[in-house]
Nanobody
């Protein structure tokens, strides 16, 4: 069974940085990957996408602050988050596009 496991979430002060990781195991093939987030009381929203060959799309509300990368050999996807704001507080999920594979999420809390 395919597993996507996120890690790296934490409590951080505004202006701080975090790197989230997503480890894929038992996944056959390589997929474009995405990071989503869901804040309390809000719908899950797309944050960033990275294609198989590394082409990225970053949503406007985090553009310039977040970057997404991947290491296909290690089956890892990363989300580098800089200049974090309280509105970035959410559970962050990784997702293999065109599949129903989702991670369990990792909590990011931005607060002073």
């Amino acid at each position: 069974q395919v597993q996507l496991v996120e890690s790296g979430g934490d409590l951080v002060q505004p202006g701080g940085s975090l790197t989230l990781s997503c480890a894929a195991s038992r996944m056959r093939g390589i997929y474009s990957m995405a990071w989503y987030r869901q804040a309390p009381g809000k719908e899950r929203e797309l944050v960033a996408v990275i294609s198989i060959d590394g082409f990225t799309v970053i949503e406007d509300f985090v553009k310039g602050r977040f970057t997404v990368s991947r290491d296909n050999d290690k089956k890892m996807v990363y989300l580098q988050m800089n200049d974090l704001k309280p509105e970035d507080t959410a559970v962050y999920y990784c997702h293999a596009l065109t599949t129903n594979f989702w991670g369990q999420g990792t909590q990011v809390t931005v607060s002073s």
